[in-house]
């Protein structure tokens, strides 16, 4: 059973008092609410966009593409321009002018030709070695560094070209011939680190001598015996009156 309430049943005798005759004379109360059916009133209280419409696109760059090859809105005219015409005749064609002494040119080992053969490439000479680097100067040292990274870069770009080309030789070779190289660059670093080391002990046991001056005034060594007499010469003379 259901229970109602005395709002329940006054609204639902309302109800059936608003039906048509028809319906309110053998209609079960219980069934007036589903009968209550008004018409529902739509009124559109503002347009789709509140954006008031531009009679023209003030955007002069609207709809230049240049990925998908779309250009202006409007209509360009080019007639009065003349377009370029491709030069067919071999003769007429212009030469562009070539820095023969351009830095790019180092990184390739001939001007002539992008890739070496095989043959070409194993040629080369051993790795120095640190024994062999430790009786060169900073400046032959800094020298042969220099080289190695060109031929670094000479390496790079055959192998940058090989694989663009697709040639399928020279891979292992032109290995090889940068592992020779990075063992160059691996033993310069090892002497000018035991350089850099025997520097530094010899700087520790020439502020413990007392025979070494550093301060940068006079001469760097002074025997002991002969410091004296150094300090002697040095020492100015006082007229007498």
Not at 18 to 44: D, E, G, K
Request: overall charge positive; proline content about 6%.
């Amino acid at each position: 059973m259901f229970s109602t309430t005395s709002s329940q049943l006054t609204k639902a005798f309302e109800l059936q008092r608003s039906l048509p005759y028809r319906f309110n004379a053998s209609l079960p109360i219980f069934l007036v609410p589903s009968f209550n059916v008004t018409p529902l009133r739509c009124q559109q209280s503002a347009q789709f966009s509140t954006i008031p419409r531009r009679s023209k696109d003030n955007n002069k760059m609207r709809g230049m593409s240049a990925m998908h090859r779309t250009g202006l809105r409007r209509r360009v005219g080019a007639s009065k321009y003349p377009l370029p015409q491709p030069v067919l005749d071999p003769d007429k064609i212009t030469k562009p002018e070539i820095d023969e002494n351009h830095g790019l040119w180092g990184f390739f080992r001939d001007k002539q030709k992008v890739l070496n053969t095989p043959v070409e490439d194993s040629s080369y000479g051993r790795a120095w070695s640190v024994e062999e680097l430790r009786h060169k100067s900073w400046e032959d040292l800094h020298r042969l560094w220099w080289v190695c990274v060109k031929e670094r870069n000479i390496i790079a770009t055959q192998n940058h070209e090989r694989a663009r080309l697709k040639a399928g030789y020279g891979d292992l070779e032109s290995q090889q011939r940068d592992v020779a190289v990075k063992l160059t660059q691996r033993s310069i670093k090892q002497a000018l680190t035991e350089r850099y080391y025997s520097w530094e002990d010899a700087r520790k046991l020439a502020k413990a001598d007392p025979e070494v001056h550093l301060d940068g005034e006079g001469p760097a060594y002074i025997p002991a015996d002969s410091e004296e007499s150094y300090m002697e010469i040095d020492k100015p003379e006082v007229s007498k009156q």
